[in-house]
């Protein structure tokens, strides 16, 4: 089983920034995709960045040149550095991971930004 444990998130004012963090725990292949979604309230959950094993990365349109996904394959972590906070960056984000035998979600973390 895969354990994943997301930290970091909290309450900013618009501009500011947060760290999210997230660990991985337990049986999971090396090759592996990370990342990181989102869900609102009253909205489908949505893709916010993923990074592959070997640390290509992929944005969502909203969010490019504001966040950074990052991971440290030793340490199984993936790291989001969210700069430039936007009112519409409130949501819980969640932390995800695919691998062959399937696709993993954290807990969530709650990011609120206030304007």
């Known amino acids: 089983q895969v354990q994943l444990v997301e930290s970091g998130g909290g309450l900013v004012q618009t501009g500011g920034s947060l760290r999210l963090s997230c660990a991985a725990s337990?049986?999971?292949?090396?090759?592996?995709?990370m990342g990181w979604y989102r869900q609102a309230p009253g909205k489908q959950r949505e893709l916010v960045a993923t990074?592959?094993?070997?640390?290509?990365?992929n944005y969502a349109d909203s969010v490019k040149g504001r966040f950074t996904i990052s991971r440290d394959n030793l340490k199984n972590m993936v790291f989001l550095q969210m700069n430039s906070l936007k009112p519409e960056d409130t949501a819980v984000y969640f932390c995800?991971?695919?691998?062959?035998?399937?696709?993993?979600w954290g807990q969530g973390t709650q990011v609120t930004v206030s304007s």
């Open positions: 995800y991971l695919q691998d062959w035998s399937g696709g993993y």
């Open positions: 337990g049986r999971f292949r090396s090759m592996n995709a």
């Open positions: 990074i592959s094993s070997s640390s290509t990365t």
